[in-house]
């Protein structure tokens, strides 16, 4: 088996420490471990830079897409409206899990290297008696990077509960979901904290949140009763996955001793400038322009002549890193992630590879 980091947008590379974590067994009911349940949820609202009193946090089993239908499916009712606004395939699948609970909900698509506008949104909110708004922060579809600043407003003046899927930018990009009014943020425990798969994490404000019991339309994922259970002492109200919680836990110290979310993001930033630059001089041209640009994962287009992913990605994968496919329909592209447990001498690496690789196909 090939050993190779992962240069996506999660799970991605790990540290040692973190993975030695998950070497220990753990009880779900033991009182040691409901601790450390109850440690994440207080860290996780320090770093969203929200006060206990006004939000709470819950943590669900499964992938990031649970935890996005877990909020959508138990807080939206039958007589509220949700507006999605989407730039990408997972602001896309927002309004299938809508469409599967039968929601009364309108998708505004907008061009994938563009951003929702928040003063459009508003126009439409005004127009359609909307309740609700869902959208992506930073859309892994392409890299490019929401402004969900903008949008807080426009929902806090009119009124309308703002729900954001911040899956990869949430502990890699500092967001202040007090702040900014955040109705429901949810994130990953295998993305900018450096965890790995395992769960989802809802930070809720609870002025919304306490509204909504017996919304929920599943039981496995009915979020207040989730919360209901685990705000008395920890526990998850059916098995948790414990290993991967131990090893939150260690991510999260970790994040901490870089010096948190600000260095973190400094470091994945320079990850991305060198990224882009050194792809640029080998003629690979990002998708999205450097304004909406994320720090998180970048979109390359690829050559015109005679061009073979899984080719290239094979010869990257054997020198020691695997990199994505683009996920752009009717164009030829790939994407590169540069998140998780790398460094500058990574994407030097990376794009020695893919230079050597460019040449000897005669692609440079």
Not at 152 to 162: L, P, S, T, W, Y
Not at 202 to 207: F, S, V
């Amino acid at each position: 088996m090939v050993n190779y980091k992962l240069l996506t947008p999660g799970p991605l590379t790990t540290t040692m420490a973190v993975k030695e974590e998950m070497l220990t067994d753990h009880c779900t009911w033991d009182d040691d471990y409901k601790s450390i349940t109850q440690k994440i949820r207080q860290e996780l609202l320090e770093l969203a830079h929200a006060d206990k009193d006004k939000y709470t946090v819950i943590l669900m089993q499964g992938s990031g897409t649970f935890g996005v239908e877990s909020v959508i499916s138990s807080v939206v009712s039958d007589n509220d409206k949700l507006l999605i606004a989407a730039n990408g395939a997972y602001g896309k699948r927002i309004a299938q899990i809508a469409g599967y609970h039968k929601l009364d909900y309108v998708c505004h698509n907008v061009d994938y290297d563009k951003i929702p506008d928040a003063a459009e949104l508003e126009e439409i909110i005004k127009e359609g008696g909307f309740t609700h708004l869902a959208m992506v922060h930073s859309e892994t579809t392409t890299g490019i990077l929401n402004d969900i600043e903008s949008v807080a407003e426009v929902c806090k003046r009119n009124g309308v509960k703002f729900i954001v899927d911040a899956m990869s930018s949430f502990g890699g990009i500092d967001i202040d979901v007090q702040g900014l009014g955040i109705d429901y943020i949810i994130s990953s425990a295998n993305k900018c904290i450096q965890g790995v798969p395992g769960f989802s994490f809802i930070i809720a404000k609870r002025e919304s949140f306490l509204k909504t019991k017996g919304t929920a339309r599943s039981l496995a994922l009915d979020l207040y009763d989730q919360w209901e259970t685990m705000e008395k002492d920890g526990k998850w109200r059916f098995t948790s996955p414990t290993h991967t919680v131990l090893a939150f836990a260690k991510a999260i110290e970790e994040l901490k001793e870089e010096g948190g979310i600000e260095a973190r993001n400094r470091r994945y930033s320079k990850n991305n400038r060198m990224l882009i630059e050194k792809m640029k001089e080998m003629g690979y041209e990002p998708y999205i322009s450097e304004q909406y640009q994320s720090p998180i994962i970048t979109t390359f287009s690829c050559p015109e002549n005679d061009f073979s992913f899984s080719e290239m990605y094979e010869y990257i994968k054997e020198r020691g890193y695997a990199i994505y496919p683009g996920k752009l329909d009717g164009m030829n592209t790939f994407r590169i992630g540069n998140i998780g447990e790398i460094y500058p001498e990574d994407i030097e690496k990376l794009c020695g590879i893919i230079k050597e690789y460019s040449e000897m196909k005669g692609m440079i």
